[in-house]
């Protein structure tokens, strides 16, 4: 079953999700338009248990120090379960659970459920990561490639973030806040009200990207897709801003584009 795709259906709206190919969305159709930049390593894939790089692959965790595979050399990113194949937990005509236990190269046992949910206008993504045993730190996010062009002109992007990271040579955050900078972007920014991005498609759609957590990375620097990523903390954040999973409370976030037509 997990090899299978599933598609999910709300008024004209139809979400395609692949266990199998580590529990992305890989499609997004409203009234027949494709919003998702299509292709294996696009769509929408979640990232757990970290977002974004991590600095040289290594993290700290008290007194012991892992090391992930450095698969955007010098540096790891992304997290682990993009590459996974997720179970299917459970499924109806507009939601899909699924489920990802978490193994080597990542040094704790844990489980993640994803829910994938599908409405007229909105598709909303839930995600937890919970352990089986000692606590461990962690982050999750998402990974949307929205299509530049729906056919018509190209996407707008506005939001209005309260900073934006600094980001290094080496493309991670130095840790120092600055106020925001124009675009084209591959950073991340700070919304301490929550994330808030529109995106318009001039004469076609708008899509408004929301969140609870307060970090976002944008990146427009491809000619076919921008990214829009919501997550708990920032680039490089299992070193700067864990957030830690315990026995008693796993980490869970959620986010939600919702949708109206121009």
Partial sequence: MSDEDITLTAGDAEATVRPGNGGRVTGLR????????????????????????????????????????????????HGTVRDGVWRVARRSADEAVLTYDLVEPWPYPGRVTQIVALTEDALTLSMAVETYGSSFPAQIGWHPWFNRDLGGESVRIAFDPAWQEERGEDHLPTGERVEPKPGPWDDCFGMPGGVDVTLTW????????????????????QEAAVCVEPQTGPPDGLNSRPRLVTPLEPLETTTTWRWNRL
């Fill in 202 to 221: 001039p004469g076609r759609l708008e899509l408004k990207v929301t969140s609870p957590e307060q970090w976002v990375v944008v990146y427009d620097e």
């Fill in 30 to 77: 409203v009234g027949g338009v494709e919003l998702l930049r299509q292709g294996e390593r696009f769509g929408c894939f979640p990232m757990v248990p970290w977002c974004g790089r991590i600095r040289d692959g290594r993290f700290r965790d008290g007194g012991a120090v892992h090391q992930m595979p450095l698969n955007s050399p010098p540096h790891a990113i």
